[in-house]
């Protein structure tokens, strides 16, 4: 997709294959592991900074700061995780964390999880673990990840998502399954209208 950079590398600890975003005319990565290519392959115009869409997203992240200075952001309210490093600044919803790439309140599952809307194309929405793609369709995490109510937060998701309807966005970029290029506010639509297909 034009303005977007996109890899699966595996996870070592969940041990499942996750997404991974670079913005390049921004230098932002987004939840990023180590590509298949190697951090060498971010030589020639190196990352600034790294925006993580929950406290669990660090994944390869002090690998790139070690290779090239990017700073680290995470939403305040996960910064408790880091309280012995690495070195991750805190944002707030609403607050622009780079060039075209805003902070979006979520919620639902932890308290930081956070949505970016980026406003290149007609609009991309980058989503932390709220819903994952596999198959074309949109789906929540296993129960299991949910905590003791996953009924309470499934229902806590839907209505987070509900809100990000109206922001300007027509793909969506999710941190586990398939990105939706074009399409995705409305699949996204239906998921909140109406739940999982």
């Not at 950079?5 to 991974?20: C, D, F, L, T, Y």
Request: with cysteine; net charge negative; glycine share 12%.
């Amino acid at each position: 997709m034009p303005g977007v950079v996109h890899w699966i590398a595996m996870h070592p600890k969940i041990r499942q294959e996750v997404n991974s975003y670079l913005l390049p005319e921004s230098g932002t990565l987004i939840d990023p592991m180590l590509p298949p290519e190697g951090i060498e392959s971010f030589e020639q115009d190196p990352p600034r900074r790294i925006v993580l869409t929950n406290r669990h997203h660090l994944r390869d992240s002090e690998r790139f700061v070690e290779a090239f200075g990017c700073s680290i952001h995470c939403h305040e309210a996960g910064l408790h995780e880091f309280e012995d490093g690495p070195d991750v600044q805190g944002y707030s919803w609403g607050d622009e964390l780079a060039p075209g790439v805003t902070a979006l309140e979520v919620g639902a599952i932890c308290d930081e999880e956070t949505a970016l809307r980026i406003d290149i194309l007609d609009g991309i929405l980058s989503v932390a673990d709220g819903v994952i793609r596999y198959g074309g369709k949109l789906g929540f995490v296993p129960e299991q990840y949910l905590g003791d109510d996953a009924d309470r937060i499934k229902a806590a998701i839907r209505e987070a998502y509900g809100r990000l309807l109206d922001e300007p966005f027509d793909s969506l970029l999710v941190a586990h399954g398939d990105p939706a290029i074009g399409g995705g506010k409305e699949e996204l639509r239906r998921f909140v209208e109406h739940g999982p297909e």
